[in-house]
C-alpha cells in the first residue's frame, strides 16, 4: 500500500508486535520537540514500551486504560496476551 519510505508501519524495537498507540505527550520536550523533529510518542500495545515514532507513522489511538495503568506501575499487565 505505502511505497513511501516515510510511512513504515510501526513495530516494536523489544517484542516486534505491530500493534502501536498514540501515547501522550508528557513534557516540554515531547510537545514542542518532537514535533519539530517530526516525531511522535508510540507505545507497544504488547510490552508496552513506550518510544518515538515519526509523525507519519500509523498507529491506533491511545487507550486511555492502558496509559493509566502504566503511567503509574508497571506490573504484570506488561505481559498479558492480547489476542
Ligand atoms: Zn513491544
Do not use: H, W
Request: with cysteine; proline share 6%.
Amino acid at each position: 500500500m505505502s511505497d513511501s519510505p516515510l510511512v513504515s508501519s510501526y513495530l516494536c524495537r523489544d517484542c516486534g508486535s505491530e500493534l502501536g498507540f498514540r501515547s501522550r505527550r508528557r513534557n516540554f520536550a515531547e510537545r514542542y520537540l518532537l514535533p519539530l523533529l517530526l516525531l511522535k510518542p508510540v507505545r507497544c500495545g504488547e510490552c508496552f514500551r513506550r518510544d518515538y515514532r515519526l509523525i507519519f507513522t500509523p498507529v491506533r489511538e491511545r487507550m486511555p486504560d492502558l496509559e493509566k495503568i502504566t503511567s503509574g506501575r508497571q506490573t504484570d499487565t506488561s505481559r498479558r496476551n492480547v489476542a
